[in-house]
């Protein structure tokens, strides 16, 4: 695996290193001791996977709150998806500043997202699927969203969104909170 930085303080995104041979390709997608290596969570209590029928389909952006914060590897499966994080650390030098990658069945990158970030993507075409690790157990109640419309954010999404759960479209701005993210 090869770990790139990205411009988000803690997130990488990593590629994989495929041995080919006549029968096609071996790969690691996680390996405890290369992450520990570089710094990165490397115990996993859930793998997730979702399957969107309709291009432009938005999942997010999505977090869970301390202590319940996740570090997430993600990886698409079928189709392509433009991933999009966002800092949600007071502290970090990069709050509030966001990322887009394109993860796709080909292009061999998944994404590392730390705990303390917003995750969301965006489908690029019909029948996507992806998949993911958590490191944390999912909660309701620690649950939240910021909006994908937040003008704040200043997220340019690639194609008109045409999908989206009503959970995501009544997510609060962050002009609206009250206190802290994160
Ligand atoms: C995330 C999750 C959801 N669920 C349930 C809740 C609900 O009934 C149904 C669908 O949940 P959601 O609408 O939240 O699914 P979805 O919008 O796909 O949620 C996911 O979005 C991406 C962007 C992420 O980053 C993930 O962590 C996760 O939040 O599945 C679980 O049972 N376990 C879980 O871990």
Redesign the pocket.
């Known amino acids: 695996m090869k770990f790139h930085s990205t411009t988000l303080n803690d997130a990488w995104l990593i590629e994989l290193e495929p041995r080919g041979d006549q029968r096609g390709y071996f790969a690691r997608t996680m390996c405890q001791e290369e992450f520990e290596k570089h710094g990165l969570i490397n115990r996993f209590v859930?793998q997730?996977t979702?399957f969107s029928a309709q291009r432009g389909t938005l999942?997010?952006?999505?977090?869970q709150t301390p202590p319940y914060g996740?570090a997430?590897l993600?990886r698409c499966l079928r189709g392509a998806i433009v991933d999009v994080i966002v800092d949600i650390r007071k502290g970090s030098s990069t709050y509030l500043q966001h990322q887009m990658f394109e993860l796709t069945d080909r292009n061999m990158y998944q994404l590392y997202?730390p705990p303390g970030f917003a995750?969301?993507?965006q489908t690029l075409n019909d029948n996507v699927e992806v998949s993911?690790l958590?490191s944390t157990?999912?909660n309701?109640e620690a649950?939240r969203g910021l909006n994908y419309r937040d003008e704040q954010l200043g997220i340019d999404w690639p194609i008109p969104v045409t999908v989206v759960?009503e959970?995501?479209s009544s997510w609060p701005l962050i002009s609206e909170h009250t206190q802290p993210l994160y």
């Open positions: 859930q997730n979702s999942r997010g952006l999505h977090y996740e997430k993600v997202v995750h969301s993507f993911y958590v157990a999912y309701p649950e759960s959970k995501d």
